[in-house]
C-alpha cells in the first residue's frame, strides 16, 4: 500500500497522505487502511511534512489549517489526485475557535487534527480509549477527503456527511455515507478517475 511517489507511474491517481509536524507511522498507516477501506479503486502513499511553524498563529497558539491546505496543495505531485493532512496540531479558521478538519470542496486538498479527537482531551480516564479514537478518526478522514471529491454537508445527523460542531456530533454519527451521498460519491470517484462517464445521481 505504502511507496514512495518516485515508483508511482506519471499517470496513475492516488491520494497523499501527510503526516504534518510529527505523527507517528501507526496513525498514518492506520489512516491510509481507512482511506484504501473506502476508496478501494484508490492507491495511497504516506509523506511527511516534517515542521508545521509556518502555520502557527502564536496569539491563538493554534495552527492555520487554511496555510497547512497551501503547503500541502504545494506539495501535492502533480498526478495526485488528492492530499490529506493529517495533525496533532489543534487547527482553526479565521472565524472559528476550533475546526476538526477543513477541506477545498471539489477541490485537491484537505486536512484534519488529532488533537479534538483523541479521548484524552475531554477526559483522562479515557486516554487509552483506542477504540473510540480510531472511529473519530475514520469518520473525520472520509468526511474531509469526500469534500475533495465534491461533496457537501448532508442534513442527517447518521451520515458522515453530516457537519461536526462538537465531538457528539462526530460520535453520534456513522464512519459510512447515508444511500445519497454513497452514491454520489461513488459517482464522484468515477468521474475522478476519468472512467467511462455513468448517468449522474439524481440526488
Ligand atoms: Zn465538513
Ligand atoms: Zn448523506
Given at each position: 500500500m505504502e511507496q514512495s511517489s518516485q515508483r508511482i507511474k506519471p499517470l496513475e491517481p492516488h491520494i497523499v497522505l501527510f503526516g504534518v509536524g510529527g505523527v507517528g507511522r501507526d496513525i498514518l498507516i492506520k489512516a491510509s487502511r481507512f482511506l484504501v477501506g473506502h476508496c478501494p479503486s484508490i492507491r495511497v502513499t504516506i509523506e511527511s511534512v516534517?515542521?508545521?511553524?509556518?502555520?502557527?498563529n502564536e496569539d491563538r497558539g493554534q495552527y492555520d489549517a487554511k496555510k497547512i491546505l497551501r503547503e500541502l496543495e504545494r506539495r501535492l505531485?502533480?498526478?495526485?489526485?488528492k492530499g490529506i493532512g493529517v495533525t496533532w496540531h489543534d487547527l482553526f479558521l479565521?472565524?472559528?475557535?476550533?475546526?476538526y478538519g477543513t477541506a477545498q470542496v471539489e477541490g485537491r486538498c484537505a486536512v484534519f487534527s488529532l488533537r479534538r479527537l483523541h479521548p484524552g482531551f475531554y477526559s483522562p480516564k479515557e486516554t487509552d480509549n483506542v477504540e473510540l479514537f480510531d472511529c473519530r478518526i475514520e469518520k473525520t478522514l472520509l468526511h474531509e477527503i469526500a469534500h475533495t471529491f465534491g461533496l457537501t454537508h448532508c442534513h442527517?445527523?447518521?451520515?458522515?456527511m453530516f457537519s461536526s460542531c462538537r465531538i457528539e456530533d462526530t460520535d453520534c454519527k456513522n464512519s459510512h455515507f447515508c444511500p445519497s451521498c454513497a452514491e454520489l460519491f461513488q459517482w464522484m470517484i468515477e468521474k475522478a478517475l476519468g472512467l467511462p462517464p455513468q448517468e449522474a445521481p439524481n440526488i
Open positions: 516534517d515542521d508545521a511553524d509556518f502555520a502557527l505531485p502533480e498526478n495526485a489526485l479565521p472565524m472559528l475557535s476550533y475546526v442527517s445527523p447518521e451520515c458522515v
